[in-house]
């Protein structure tokens, strides 16, 4: 079906081929629009990006996928599938040298069928295997391969073990990969499959993997551990390394081509080490037998030192295994069952080892492992001395310190010019060019210089306060401050906050002197002030010592009872573990809190940087409390260059009839060895969170609740829409519901584009019907999926030398041709300014786009203005402000979950180290999810979360 869409003028903007999926009532995926009549922007330019072309033109035609399964034979004849095993960085890392070992020995062993060229070959370390030859018809079926274990090497000898005294390898013809195909970029979603592109992604690792080089963790390669890496806080190191996939992209169909995109990067690994001198570092060197006094200092070693996997030291064949937790007693007092009588771990191994213990204080590791007849837990208990931690083990998450995370953002940012040497010293050290024989067996040539294509810059908008208006320049250029000099007017917000009638001030662990944190408060209230709060002075200012959770809310029920709305808490450091009790009493409580700590207040009554300071901390205050910081309109720059007279902005992007969502899953992190082998159904949720206009585009309220983990699909959506629209109707002026709802979703992978289509799609439908109580309004529905981590990188051609910003593309740089998805409705833009090493661009894919049609100017208009309209700080952000806001309520959302789940952990029990119970424990009931969202569900308006 062919749409052409008319502008209010009478010029075609565009026109659009609708595609849909066979089977499907539903638009499956949206055909890309071939762009007519388009508005004038700021600039344009060329700009480059971190992929090389694969020049297929003079590829072979086709290769043949089999499946390789390769299985040890045990003594009993029994078989074990060697691709399965822990999914642990190190199990991961050993399986791919020990099969790539198997997989060599496999080829030189039958060389009357594979021949002596092995660079036809492709072997992904998995169950992938491709050939260059048609080694046999499908119709044969599969075919076995014995191989010897002697020929091998010792180490993969080693991890067989001597229970496995055979090999065979089984191979089946699997389907034939045309190499000059494009399903793969098919606008009908069923008709898509990724053979072509996987196969790609596997051919461009060969030789990492021929040479051992790396270390292969799905589509990111590191260095393998060396001297060279860079020592970091808490017993880690970063090592460099890079992302890397393949994918299509051009103007159409018919101009689909593969780039290899190589994104160069470092992470942080714990470095080879004694666990004991590991334990040492994250104890701050403190005496060991705080470990043992300080119930919250083991508490936390014991969640770094969990799933760690370490090697034992004192065995004639030393073991591997997985961190389960930390014993609360010492090793000279834990009794352990040894011939029926009762021993300590020390005695044990002086008994059994001839080892007396240097640190017999020191707790205990736990090894738990599932086996037996019964198939219960059994542990084992290890001394630390005689521990080592194995190197290469990524740092994950859950475990990155504030620290860390400095220690990552000072060592791996990289200016463009830099990142682009980078990825070419990493395209290089990965053998992705024209010398590899593999690619050179496939006639594919590299293109060794980056994709590149146009760009362009959008103009800003105008900002707008209450009694002002900042325009940028008829360049784009926007200076945007909410100070201004001394004698001028200041700037008022667009809809300033109803003040608190109490509020009050929490102090912790003497965090400032009183003198100064007077000072702080009469600053604070007057420059709220300023910017037309109408702020009272605190009721009381209160300082503490115990920050234990039933204290807490104690004191704030006592706040909430006598009036208070508003509770600012100062502590020391920022990082300190009361924030994260503080916010979960907000929805146990339902009065409003923020946090600061000393540093922050002693620069807002400093002599250099204390209005901005000041300007911070009463933005968010604002936006707490109900308020809007500043509106958006079109800018006087962008009107003029495209001759409108009508404010394109407020009557068509930004309408108040249009209501925008932003919707965010923080997924769970994976369960541990032993979770997985005892099968105890998951705890920790996925968190979902949604945020929505309410009455106009910059009101913002929100919502998270809890679902099972790893599902990539939003479940009961329908009723949390169907309240947000119930409650944008009723804020409007005009007490309908809205005519159009735009959704930025936070980024899913292509294959889960259906399911978002048909499922999320499905439900937002049925709670527009649902909200408009039986009659026939419609309401249009845009779905945005904004992925922000897509691994593309984007720079200008032509690199200026310069700080980060001179060399960075600017604000408001969009690309939707020659380096996008063929066939999807699909942009690049980077809103923000880079002001440290290289942008990282967000990719937008329109999923869903009800007639009347977005136009391009108009999708990416809209988008890149919200970027503006975060409302905590005065420059653009890298998502538009709903999503970026759901982005953070889902952060709220899982700390409250950890510091309910945790919180008799903090207060002395080592619960949490033995066994991992805490607060919520699934017992596999269907309500699970449901009354942990119920118990920890938000109570307050407006953004709390700021």
């Known amino acids: 079906m062919d749409v052409t869409i008319i502008n209010k003028s009478g010029k075609m903007i565009e026109e659009i081929t609708c595609v849909t999926m066979p089977g499907i009532n539903k638009q499956c995926i949206l055909a890309k629009p071939r762009q007519i009549n388009r508005y004038n922007h700021a600039n344009k330019f060329r700009v480059c990006v971190n992929g090389y072309e694969l020049d297929m033109s003079k590829a072979i035609e086709k290769v043949y996928k089999f499946e390789l399964k390769i299985y040890g034979i045990k003594s009993d004849a029994k078989e074990k599938e060697l691709h399965r095993g822990p999914k642990n960085d190190v199990a991961v890392a050993l399986r791919h040298r020990v099969l790539w070992s198997i997989y060599q020995q496999l080829l030189k062993s039958y060389e009357d069928i594979f021949g002596n060229d092995l660079k036809k070959y492709f072997y992904d370390c998995g169950i992938n295997f491709y050939s260059v030859n048609k080694l046999y018809d499908r119709s044969e079926g599969e075919k076995e391969f014995k191989i010897s274990v002697e020929l091998l090497p010792q180490e993969t000898r080693d991890f067989l073990s001597k229970r496995i005294i055979g090999l065979v390898a089984r191979l089946l013809p699997c389907e034939e990969i045309n190499l000059h195909q494009t399903t793969a970029v098919s606008a009908d979603l069923c008709a898509r499959e990724r053979s072509l592109q996987q196969f790609l992604e596997i051919a461009t690792s060969q030789m990492m993997l021929h040479e051992q080089s790396h270390l292969i963790f799905r589509n990111k390669a590191y260095d393998c551990p060396s001297d060279h890496d860079i020592g970091v806080s808490g017993g880690k190191v970063l090592t460099a390394g890079m992302e890397k996939n393949v994918r299509f992209v051009g103007n159409s169909w018919e101009q689909a081509m593969p780039v290899v995109q190589i994104d160069a990067r470092k992470a942080a690994f714990f470095k080879k080490q004694p666990l004991v001198e590991l334990v040492g570092t994250l104890c701050n060197r403190a005496h060991p037998k705080m470990l043992i006094e300080d119930a919250k200092l083991r508490a936390r070693v014991a969640r770094q030192l969990k799933d760690l996997v370490v090697r034992t030291t004192h065995l004639e064949t030393q073991r591997l295994f997985c961190i389960f937790g930390m014993t609360a007693a010492t090793a000279d007092r834990l009794v352990i069952p040894v011939n029926n009588q009762d021993t300590t771990v020390a005695a044990y191994m002086l008994y059994k080892y001839q080892r007396r213990l240097r640190y017999p204080g020191l707790p205990c590791i736990i090894e738990r492992r599932v086996g037996g007849k019964d198939k219960l837990p059994h542990n084992s208990f290890h001394p630390m001395e005689f521990l080592e931690v194995v190197g290469g083990q990524r740092v994950d998450t859950k475990k990155q310190t504030p620290e860390l995370v400095d220690d990552l953002i000072q060592n791996c940012r990289l200016l463009p010019m830099n990142l682009k040497n980078e990825n070419e010293r990493r395209r290089c050290r990965a053998q992705i060019t024209n010398e590899n024989p593999y690619l050179h067996s496939l006639g594919i040539r590299v293109i060794s210089t980056p994709r590149a294509g146009d760009a362009v810059v959008q103009f800003p908008p105008a900002i707008v306060y209450k009694n002002s208006k900042v325009e940028p320049s008829p360049s784009g250029d926007l200076d945007w401050r909410l100070s201004v000099p001394r004698g001028m007017q200041n700037k008022i917000f667009f809809k300033p906050a109803t003040a608190p009638r109490r509020w009050v001030v929490f102090m912790f662990h003497n965090a400032s002197d009183q003198q100064s944190a007077d000072r702080f408060i009469a600053a604070f209230v007057n420059r709220s002030r300023d910017h037309g709060i109408q702020m009272p002075n605190p009721s009381r200012s209160e300082e503490y010592d115990r920050t234990d959770m039933d204290f807490l809310i104690e004191k704030i029920e006592f706040m909430r009872r006598n009036g208070v709305e508003y509770i600012l808490f100062i502590t020391k450091d920022r990082y300190d573990p ?70 394109v902005m407020d009557r068509e992007w930004l309408r108040h009839s249009r209501m925008f969502f932003g919707l965010h899953m923080s997924h769970a992190a994976p369960q541990s060895l032993y979770e997985r082998q005892a099968q105890v159904p998951p705890s920790e949720p996925t968190i979902v969170a949604m945020t929505f206009s309410c009455g106009e585009p910059f009101a913002m309220q929100g919502e998270y609740w809890m679902q099972e983990p790893r599902l990539h699909v939003v479940k009961f959506l329908k009723e949390h829409v169907e309240r947000a629209v119930r409650s944008f109707r009723n804020t409007s002026k005009a007490k309908c519901l809205p005519e159009h709802v735009v959704v930025f979703r936070s980024g899913v992978s292509e294959g889960e584009y259906a399911k978002i289509i048909n499922e999320e799609g499905r439900q937002f439908r049925e709670a527009f019907i649902a909200a408009a109580d039986g009659h026939a309004e419609r309401v249009r529905l845009t779905i945005v999926v904004m992925q922000a981590h897509s691994n593309y990188r984007i720079y200008p051609e032509h690199i200026q030398q310069g700080s980060a910003s001179q060399q960075n593309v600017p604000p408001g740089t969009i690309i939707d041709v020659d380096v996008v998805h063929p066939t999807h409705t699909e942009f690049i833009i980077v809103p923000h300014k880079s002001i440290m090493g290289t942008a990282r661009p967000v990719r937008a894919t329109v999923l869903i786009d009800d007639e009347p049609r977005m136009s391009m100017d108009e999708l990416e208009g809209v988008t890149n203005a919200l970027c503006y309209a975060h409302g905590i700080v005065t420059s653009p952000i890298s998502l538009p402000a709903h999503l970026y806001a759901a982005a953070d309520l889902a952060k709220r959302g899982r700390n409250n979950f950890k510091t309910e789940q945790y919180v008799i952990d903090d207060n002395g029990s080592t619960s949490s180290d033995s066994d991992g119970r805490g607060h919520f424990t699934n017992d596999g009931s269907e309500d699970y999810f449901p009354m942990m969202s119920a118990e920890l569900a938000n109570k307050l308006k407006y953004k709390f979360w700021a």
């Open 578 to 647: 009361v924030h994260d009790a503080m916010k979960l009493t907000e929805i146990k409580c339902g009065v409003v809190t923020q946090h600061i700590c000393s540093s922050t207040l002693f620069k807002a009554i400093s002599n250099r940087g204390a209005e901005m300071t000041l300007d911070n901390l009463i933005m968010k205050m604002n936006l707490k409390l109900g308020g809007i910081n500043h509106a958006l309109t079109s800018s006087a720059a962008f009107l003029s260059k495209n001759r409108l007279t009508n404010n």
